[in-house]
């Protein structure tokens, strides 16, 4: 599997091209690419500074020789040209669920503003329908309770609130993770639409219609699915 995942992760960082602004993923596969444009850094390459999607990310990136935007900053990229990330899930439509290392709402943002949004996966990632990998929700500590409740309600299943070693688990941002387990998710944009408003909910790990293009390692080597407009 780690083969697979090196081999979208030097095909994702062979596309891209000097002065290009970049989003960079966060999760095993995406460090795998990180990894690789850092090798392509060292020989030359030439990039402003780039948006890391998570402290391990930032880490990575740093380690790599690669340039990074101070996102607190009023001067942070507001637009990217190439944005690359793994996934848990990618269906047949390139919707994807994301999440499963609590990086969603900065992996969002990034690839919102790409004008290019690349998911790099090994072929276990592909799916018929989403839904089997639990749907991270990224709330506010405050009431997330209430806010789990309304999941609940809104959805019918029972969330689990993630956990780590002593407490529940902290994203980057400061909040915690609802796992949904859904099983079979019929209508991605109607459960999105259902989640969006709850007070509380910051993001979900639903990317639907943001991906140009998904890269999947394979028996076969890499194969790359395009949407269609
Ligand atoms: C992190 C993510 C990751 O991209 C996703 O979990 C895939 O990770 P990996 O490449 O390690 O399988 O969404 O929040």
């Known amino acids: 599997m780690s083969e697979a995942k090196r081999q979208v992760a030097e095909a994702a960082a062979a596309m891209v091209k000097p002065g290009m602004r970049l989003g960079l993923g966060s999760g095993s596969t995406a460090l795998l690419y990180v990894e690789a444009l850092g090798r392509r850094v060292a020989s030359g390459l030439t990039l402003p500074p780039a948006i890391a999607t998570s402290k391990a990310t930032e880490e990575a990136a740093r380690a790599a020789g690669i340039p990074l935007a101070d996102m607190m900053s009023a001067d942070a990229p507001t637009r990217l040209d190439l944005a690359v990330d793994g996934a848990d899930e990618v269906d047949a439509d390139l919707s994807a669920i994301k999440g499963g290392g609590a990086c969603l709402l900065r992996e969002k943002i990034a690839a919102t ?85 709850i007070p509380g909910v910051v993001e979900h790990g639903l990317f639907v219609g943001l991906a140009e293009e998904v890269l999947i390692a394979g028996p076969e080597g890499v194969t790359r699915l395009t949407r269609t407009p």
Do not use: Q
């Open 113 to 197: 503003i790409a004008d290019r949004f690349v998911m790099i996966v090994d072929a276990s990632k592909r799916v018929e329908r989403l839904g089997r990998f639990p749907l991270p929700v990224e709330v506010v500590p405050f009431g997330w309770a209430a806010a789990s409740a309304a999941i609940a309600t809104g959805l019918g299943v029972t969330p689990v609130l993630r956990m780590a070693e002593g407490g529940p688990l902290v994203t980057d941002n400061g909040n915690y993770i609802l796992d949904c387990p859904l099983e079979a998710i019929a209508d991605a944009r109607a459960v999105a639409d259902l989640l969006s408003p």
